[in-house]
């Protein structure tokens, strides 16, 4: 009996599944590029409609009209979980009462007067499971 961890492997998942995955998970990361410099914040989303609508501490003027939000869940011990990329046109949400709702909804930080609700729509979503090769 060997006490060697099985190797670590990635299983790509279907579109769906990996939407699936976002649903289930409200935690993640809004990443795009500024002044040719990658940023990466932290986020709470909901998936609805198909959309995928991000809280978010940045400026609304900063809003990328393309965004990458990453989510995962990745257990350190056994190095195991999963983890998505959702990209899409993004736009701010300026409706007051939209924006309102989303706010009550989605517990999200500020960075000053910082706070922006905005909607990405999907176009290309990619997924792994993050597994353990079968010995």
């Not at 649903?23 to 500024?34: K, P, W």
Request: glycine fraction near 6%; avoid cysteine; aromatic fraction near 6%.
């Amino acid at each position: 009996m060997s006490t060697t961890p099985a190797p670590l492997r990635m299983v790509e998942v279907s579109g769906a599944e990996a939407l699936w995955l976002v649903e289930s998970s409200s935690l993640g990361r809004l990443v795009f590029v500024q002044r040719e410099q990658p940023v990466v914040r932290p986020a709470r989303h909901i998936w609805e409609y198909g959309r995928l609508v991000v809280r978010t501490p940045m400026q609304a003027t900063a809003v990328p009209a393309t965004a990458t939000y990453h989510v995962d869940e990745i257990v350190a011990v056994t190095s195991t979980g999963w983890t998505v990329a959702v990209t899409g046109p993004a736009d701010v949400i300026a409706d007051r009462d939209e924006a309102a709702h989303y706010r009550r909804t989605l517990t999200g930080w500020t960075h000053g007067p910082h706070d922006t609700i905005l909607r990405i729509h999907p176009q290309t979503v990619t997924g792994f499971r993050l597994a353990r090769a079968e010995a």
